[in-house]
């Protein structure tokens, strides 16, 4: 069985009201490996529709009134990240699409020691969303070969909190 072990950056999937917990954790394992953060921010409004000659993927909102929303939302990781990241050597990157495939690609492209994402939210649409959808960390973790590391967000569920309890 071959070992997997990369030299690459650490890479955090981020939303905008991810976590403090989430963003102290990938911040400490950017540490801990010795290398530089990148905080990916994915815009899910948005697709690729090409890529240019020169690798530049060009891309198109779903819909109009959520994609002003979403540019707000990638700027706003980015101040969070600004006022969390202090200290840390980081970069931000701003990607289009499902959130597992954009975070597996950039993984891929930079060769990720580790993909650090954080639980989903509670409540009723996140549960429903998360079953016709899957799972990010899930879908993560099952499609490519490198480390995730899923950071819980909340307290842990109890049995009467849980909806997937039998």
């Known amino acids: 069985m071959s070992e997997y072990v990369s030299?690459?950056?650490v890479v955090l999937g981020a939303i905008p009201d991810l976590s403090d917990r989430v963003w102290a954790e990938a911040a400490r394992y950017a540490a801990l490996f010795g290398r530089e953060l990148i905080v990916a921010y994915v815009d899910v409004t948005r697709f690729v529709t090409?890529?240019?000659p020169d690798g530049m993927p060009m891309t198109a909102p779903l819909d109009l009134t959520l994609s002003a929303?979403?540019?707000r939302h990638g700027q706003n990781v980015r101040e969070a990240a600004e006022e969390h990241l202090a200290g840390v050597e980081w970069s931000f990157r701003?990607?289009?699409?499902?959130p597992a495939?954009?975070?597996k690609a950039l993984a891929e492209e930079v060769?990720?020691?580790v993909i650090v994402v954080g639980t989903r939210r509670r409540g009723f649409g996140e549960t429903v969303r998360e079953f016709f959808t899957g799972s990010?960390?899930?879908r993560l973790a099952?499609?490519?070969?490198?480390p995730v590391l899923v950071v819980p967000t909340q307290e842990p569920f109890t049995e009467s909190d849980d909806p997937w309890a039998e």
């Open 7 to 9: 030299n690459g950056p």
């Open 50 to 52: 090409y890529e240019d």
């Open 69 to 71: 929303a979403a540019s």
């Open 94 to 98: 701003s990607l289009v699409g499902d």
């Open 101 to 103: 495939s954009a975070l």
């Open 111 to 113: 060769d990720a020691a």
């Open 136 to 138: 990010v960390a899930a």
């Open 142 to 146: 099952h499609r490519q070969h490198r």
